[in-house]
T-cell receptor
Framework: AQRVTQPEKLLSVFKGAPVELKCNYSYSGSPELFWYVQYSRQRLQLLLR??SRESIKGFTADLNKGETSFHLKKPFAQEEDSAMYYCALSPASGGFKTIFGAGTRLFVKA | GAVVSQHPSWVICKSGTSVKIECRSLDFQATTMFWYRQFPKQSLMLMAT?????????EQGVEKDKFLINHASLTLSTLTVTSAHPEDSSFYIC?????????????FGEGSRLTVL
């Protein structure tokens, strides 16, 4: 079954601490993996995708096919990182529907 | 960048009336759009996939006669909540995929908050 699992509903860290939001997926094939972010009172937006292998706002995510994981990491969390983060999977080549994880709410404390 | 516009941003209606929400891709063509419900502090719940020029595909448990979806052009999909009831009150979000891009990236609307009295 195709599935995206984000085991943590809420993650609370202090400013300046490292943060890792976990994401595991189940998919038979080669999917595209994404992280989307929703800041308070804003629309969902793309944070990063695995094919770009880029760092956005200090966040990185590496696709580990062996562990079927796509964890989101940032070495030093900032208060403005507080938001809802969704890991998502899309079939390769822009195929059919995207599968979202349940989301992790990140709260960065001062 | 690609922009998706949703309208209205919020709407209040009486029980039993119908409400239409529009989702437009402003600078790209979208053969596929998606409609979601989002409950407070919860994840997105995919309701249906809107396909340009054909019938929408509904997720299990979503009443197609209750939530009418029309995708008549490559830039517009509409969701009509028919005979709305208070339990239909929710935040509805649409997303669109750029038909010209070989990627599964989604672009989201700002959402529409529906309150049924």
């Amino acid at each position: 079954a195709q599935r995206v699992t984000q085991p943590e509903k809420l993650l609370s860290v202090f400013k300046g601490a490292p943060v890792e939001l976990k994401c595991n997926y189940s998919y038979s094939g080669s999917p595209e993996l994404f992280w989307y972010v929703q800041y308070s009172r804003q629309r969902l937006q793309l944070l990063l995708r695995h094919i770009s292998r880029e760092s956005i706002k200090g966040f990185t995510a590496d696709l580990n096919k062996g562990e079927t994981s796509f964890h989101l990491k940032k070495p030093f969390a900032q208060e403005e990182d507080s938001a809802m983060y969704y890991c998502a999977l899309s079939p390769a080549s822009g195929g059919f529907k995207t599968i979202f994880g349940a989301g992790t709410r990140l709260f960065v404390k001062a | 960048g690609a922009v998706v516009s949703q309208h209205p941003s919020w709407v209040i209606c009486k029980s039993g009336t119908s409400v239409k929400i529009e989702c437009r891709s402003l600078d790209f063509q979208a053969t596929t759009m998606f409609w979601y419900r989002q409950f407070p502090k919860q994840s997105l719940m995919l309701m249906a996939t809107s396909n340009e020029g054909s019938k929408a595909t509904y997720e299990q448990g979503v009443e197609k006669d209750k939530f009418l979806i029309n995708h008549a052009s490559l830039t517009l999909s509409t969701l009509t909540v028919t005979s709305a009831h208070p339990e239909d009150s929710s935040f509805y979000i649409c997303s669109a995929r750029n038909a010209g891009a070989m990627t599964g990236e989604l672009f989201f609307g700002e959402g529409s908050r529906l309150t049924v009295l």
